[in-house]
Structure formats: C-alpha cells, structure tokens
C-alpha cells in the first residue's frame, strides 16, 4: 500500500524558517517525481514544487522561489521542503504527492498526482 | 502561467441527479488535464486522468471528458457520498495549476 507521511508543520513567526518532512513507503519512491501543493484555508490548491526521481531536477511556483527548496534522500525514501523567510501568505496545509508520468505505446503520455499525503498544517504569524 | 477556471463554484443537487462541472484553460493544453475530489479535512483523491480516463477503483458514475481548453467532469447520478470539492489541475506546463474548485452539496 503507498502511503505518503507528512511532518513538520508548526507555528513560525514571519520571517522564520521550517523544514517539511515526507516520508513514502509501499512503492519504490527514487523510480517517480514528487511534488509539494499546499491549501490555504478555505481555498483551492495550489502547486508548489517538485523534484525529479534523481534529484537533478527542480521547478517551484514563483511565489516560493528563492524561499523554499525542495530536495530529496532516496536511501531514506523522504521528500523535504525547506521554508525560509516565511510570509502570512504562506499559511496553508502542505501536501506531498506522488507526481507519475506513464507512457502510452504510442510514446504519448499522461501525469497524475496519484498519492497524497495526509497534510501538515504551516502556520506563519506573529 | 496557466489560468484554469472552474465552475460553477459551488453546486446544490439531489441525490440521483446528473452533475457537471465545467473547467477552461487559458490556453490549448490538449488532453493534460486531471480531476481529484477532495472531502473535508482529507488529502484530494484522483478520480479522473488525461481528460477521460478513470482512475482505477473509481465508481463509473464519474466521467470527464474534453480537449484543448474546455473540459466537462460529469457525475452521473449523484450519490451522499459525493458530496465533496472537485478540483480540476492542469499539467500542459509548470507551474500546474488548478481550478479554485466546486463545492458539490446535497438540496
């Protein structure tokens, strides 16, 4: 069974820094990309990042870029997201998921966010 | 960037009826479109990929469908447990992006 364990949140101050934890069993997490989304509260989601399966490989929403850094350890079979200079507009539950490209016969293919983890609420006030 | 619009933003049906909710890109993003509903409090849940096909484990009462910039995610007879947001996401380009979701009650 995949399963996808977020840790990490809290409450920071603006400005503050916090590191995400992801941790992903039941498929084999350095064969696939990994994406962050968050949500703040009451709105819709919103992609953040993501990585690809070697870690070669990063793509952030402009909002987070030079603030927050995606990387990965496969041996430890975890996905982080370090936040820095934290803003109010950052509150949101974040969310890993597993980002999977597939290839048709026909060498077309298609992309899903196909496992979720459970969410970490971040926090940033004052 | 991508701008996806979802609608309507919310929606009120009874039990049994036919439901759509529509998604427009910003532009042609051919059949790269995806559709997840999310209940309250739990992490979305992938119901439908490439515009049409339905996630393994999916009720067939879901069904999407679509290409180019206009997109349909249709509920075929409504179920209680339906009763969710549905978010429709993009992957044509990064950043993906997504609709800002419909809010599907029971009348």
């Known amino acids: 069974e995949v399963q996808l364990v977020e840790s990490g949140g809290g409450l920071v101050q603006p400005g503050g820094s916090l590191r995400l934890s992801c941790v992903a069993s039941g498929f084999t997490f350095s064969n696939y990309w990994m994406s962050w989304v968050r949500q703040a509260p009451g709105k819709g989601l919103e992609w953040v990042a993501n990585i690809k399966e070697d870690g070669s490989a990063k793509y952030y929403v402009d909002s987070v870029k030079g603030r927050f850094t995606i990387s990965r350890d496969n041996a430890k079979k975890s996905l982080y997201l370090q936040m820095n200079s934290l803003r109010v507009e950052d509150t949101a539950v974040y969310y890993c998921a597993r980002d999977a490209i597939y290839y048709y016969s026909s060498g077309s293919y298609y992309k899903r966010l196909d496992y979720w983890g459970q969410g970490t609420l971040v926090t940033v006030s004052s | 960037d991508i701008q996806m619009t979802q609608s309507p933003s919310s929606l009120s049906a009874s039990v049994g009826d036919r439901v759509t909710i529509t998604c427009q890109a910003s532009q042609d993003i051919r059949k790269y479109l995806n559709w997840y509903q999310q209940k309250p409090g739990k992490a979305p849940k992938l119901l439908i990929y490439?515009?049409?096909n339905l996630e393994t484990g999916v009720p067939s009462r879901f069904s999407g469908s679509g290409f180019g910039t206009d997109f349909t995610f249709t509920i075929s007879s409504l179920q209680p447990e339906d009763i969710a947001t549905y978010h429709c996401q993009q992957y044509n380009s990064l950043p993906y992006t997504f609709g800002q979701g419909t809010k599907l009650e029971i009348k």
């Open positions: 490439d515009a049409s």
